[in-house]
């Protein structure tokens, strides 16, 4: 299966988290907002790694006819390494791991053989140093605002100094790394993420659990948009 060009490195990118989504009509949910965005963030959950469970390739397969769009799943998973061909299988364009589990090399390289455009996560508490040696090798960067786990939590501003961070990293060494952010983003948080060099925002709640989630998703945009001028 060929995979979806994420555009350009660095442009906004609205990511809404299906996992905000009603359950029983996935796909009709990526089409009502499809207009407005331009990936599709899929929450993988496993119960161990964090307390719940999302969906796993199944979903992701059954999905894929759905949407044109980047798949950008989040792997909150202890072993993605077992993982990373099926999700590739499925549908998966960009799988993203979190560096907490460990083993974070072999995931790295596991999923580039695979094909797929790689991320690495990291939780609200873990430091930019821990995901400062894999900068070179991925293709994108997750900064988590909220711990994982569950849709609906408040936007920690407390990490927007490591998105900072992270932003004159990147930059200074000039290379091809999205910065994405994930937890609590809304039309406020967004100004916030993105003033601090976030070019990805991820948004469940604030898409998904509006009265009309294109609208929504056309307002974080918006202001997304006006924050980075
Ligand atoms: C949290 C997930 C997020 C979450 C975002 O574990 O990784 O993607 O669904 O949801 P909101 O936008 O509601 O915080
Ligand atoms: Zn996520």
């Known amino acids: 299966m060929e995979t979806v060009d994420a555009g350009p490195v660095g442009a906004l990118r609205i990511a809404p988290s299906i996992l905000a989504a009603d359950f029983g009509a996935l796909g009709?949910?990526?089409?009502?907002?499809?207009?407005?965005?331009?990936?599709?963030?899929?929450?993988?959950m496993d119960g161990h790694f964090v307390p719940n469970i999302s969906l796993g390739p199944p979903v992701v397969s059954a999905?894929?006819?759905?949407?044109?769009?980047?798949?950008?799943?989040?792997?909150?998973?202890?072993?993605?390494?077992?993982?990373?061909?099926?999700?590739?299988?499925a549908g998966a364009d960009g799988c993203t791991v979190?560096?907490?589990?460990?083993?974070?090399?072999?995931?790295?390289?596991?999923?580039?053989?695979?094909?797929?455009?790689?991320?690495?996560?990291?939780?609200?508490d873990t430091p930019f140093d821990a995901v400062a040696p894999f900068l070179g090798d991925i293709d994108l960067l997750l900064l988590m605002t909220v711990f994982p786990g569950f849709g609906g939590q408040s936007f920690m501003t407390e990490v927007l100094d490591k998105v900072s961070?992270?932003?004159r990293e990147i930059d200074?060494?000039?290379?091809?790394?999205?910065?994405?952010?994930?937890?609590?983003?809304d039309r406020v948080s967004a100004v916030d993420a993105v003033r601090a060099g976030a070019n990805v925002l991820v948004a469940g709640s604030a898409i998904f659990?509006?009265?009309?989630?294109?609208?929504?998703?056309?307002?974080i945009r918006d202001a997304a948009v006006s924050a980075r001028r």
Not at 174 to 183: A, K, M, N, P, Y
Not at 209 to 219: C, E, F, G, Y
């Open 172 to 185: 200074a060494a000039r290379l091809d790394v999205d910065l994405e952010v994930d937890g609590g983003i």
């Open 28 to 44: 009709a949910a990526l089409r009502a907002v499809d207009a407005e965005t331009d990936w599709v963030h899929v929450d993988v």
């Open 209 to 219: 659990q509006q009265h009309s989630p294109l609208d929504a998703a056309r307002a």
């Open 98 to 124: 979190h560096v907490e589990v460990g083993d974070t090399a072999a995931a790295i390289a596991d999923a580039r053989a695979l094909g797929l455009r790689v991320g690495l996560a990291a939780n609200p």
């Open 165 to 167: 961070l992270a932003r």
């Open 63 to 89: 999905l894929r006819p759905y949407s044109e769009r980047f798949f950008d799943c989040h792997l909150m998973i202890a072993e993605p390494v077992r993982y990373l061909g099926a999700f590739r299988a």
